[in-house]
């Protein structure tokens, strides 16, 4: 059982990282096999290991990506925006928006960051501190420009984030609230821990 007749190995990759996902969202990286992954993407244990030849990396690879993809989409939603309260706004909107549509990849980014190695962690983490970066940056823009009085920029982008984050662990797109909804809740409580009216 090989790639089928018309499948590149691009597309073979991204059936391959998305089954990956999904396997270890329900399992947990450390139950997930590759004989069961070969199976989710109809390839044999021979022809995954073209693409996957060893376990471990592929977690490093895989979450290594999903912090990449968010951090180029992030930069794509706040290019040409300047001012710290558009800023916050968007930036708000942006993670609801990311964190309720890629629930199994926001799941595993953060859980599975104890199946990595000491190497693989260094690389993730930094990525990560980019992102958290780019709030940090909103909050001290705004902060000089009078947006908003913190007494502490550092509490106030951890407090953000975990409000924001937390979102995926509950959210349901067939739920009580629709998505944008949600947004607009969730920029007014942005705006309100920041002690804006």
């Known amino acids: 059982m090989g790639r089928p007749v018309g499948v590149n190995g691009a597309d073979t990759m991204r059936a391959i990282r998305k ?4 396997r270890i969202y ?3 990286y450390e139950a997930m096999n590759l004989r069961d992954l070969a199976a989710d993407v109809h390839l044999s244990v021979g022809s995954l290991y073209n693409h996957v030849p060893q376990k471990q990396a592929f977690l490093g690879t895989l979450l290594e990506g999903i912090i990449r993809e968010l951090l180029l989409d992030l ?24 964190h ?14 104890r199946s990595l190695s000491p190497e693989q962690y260094q690389v993730v983490i930094a990525l990560r501190k980019a992102y958290e970066g780019h ?15 913190l ?14 984050t937390g979102i995926s662990n509950w ?27």
């Not at 629709?178 to 009216?197: E, N, V």
């Open 19 to 22: 089954a990956a996902i999904h």
């Open 26 to 28: 329900r399992y947990g």
């Open 75 to 98: 930069h794509t939603q706040m290019a040409g925006l300047t001012e710290p309260t558009q800023r916050l706004e968007r930036f708000v909107r942006f993670h609801i928006e990311w």
């Open 100 to 113: 309720t549509a890629r629930k199994e990849e926001v799941f595993i980014g953060n859980m599975e960051l």
């Open 135 to 149: 709030l940090e940056r909103i909050l001290r823009d705004g902060q000089k420009a009078g947006c908003w009085k």
């Open 151 to 164: 007494d502490d920029v550092r509490v106030a982008r951890l407090a953000l984030l975990s409000l924001l």
């Open 171 to 197: 959210y349901r797109p067939d739920g009580r609230l629709t998505q944008g909804r949600l947004i607009r809740l969730y920029q007014r409580l942005a705006r309100q821990l920041l002690g804006m009216h």
